[in-house]
C-alpha cells in the first residue's frame, strides 16, 4: 500500500532551520496534485501548515508565514518544507498528505522538536 514518507526532523535550538522531504513508498505515485505539510503537537489535532498547488501557489497557517517555504520537484516526486527561525511552538511531528488528505496514506511523519 502507498504511504507518504517524511523525512528531515529533528532536534534544533530555537531560532535554527530543518528541511523536511516528503515522498511516497509507491515509485509510481505521483505527488502531484494539492499537497500538504500538516503537523500536530502533543494534545493538540492535526492541522494544516502550507500547501502548494500544481502550478506553484502556495499558501500558510499566519503562524508560519515569512519563515516556512513549501516547494516540490517534480523530477524527484518530493514535496519540502523549508522551516527557517523555527520557535518552541512549532514542536510537533510534521506528515505531509494530499489536501483533501487521503485517509489510508498517512506515514509515519517526522518529529521536529524546537529546544534549547
Known amino acids: 500500500q502507498v504511504q507518504f514518507v517524511e523525512s528531515g526532523g529533528g532536534l534544533v535550538q530555537p531560532g535554527g532551520s530543518l528541511r523536511l522531504s516528503c515522498t511516497a513508498s509507491?515509485?509510481?505515485?505521483?505527488?502531484?496534485?494539492?499537497m500538504a505539510w500538516y503537523r500536530q503537537a502533543p494534545g493538540e489535532q492535526r492541522g494544516m501548515v502550507a500547501r502548494?498547488?500544481?502550478?506553484?501557489?502556495?499558501d500558510y497557517i499566519d503562524s508560519v508565514k515569512g519563515r516556512f517555504i513549501i516547494s516540490r520537484d517534480g523530477a524527484k516526486n518530493t514535496v519540502y518544507l523549508q522551516m527557517d527561525v523555527l520557535k518552541p511552538e512549532d514542536s510537533a511531528v510534521y506528515y505531509c498528505?494530499?489536501?483533501?488528505?487521503?485517509?489510508?496514506?498517512w506515514g509515519q511523519g517526522t518529529q521536529v522538536t524546537v529546544s534549547s
Open positions: 498528505n494530499r489536501l483533501p488528505v487521503l485517509p489510508d496514506y
Open positions: 502548494i498547488g500544481d502550478g506553484g501557489n502556495t
Open positions: 509507491g515509485s509510481t505515485f505521483s505527488l502531484g496534485g494539492m
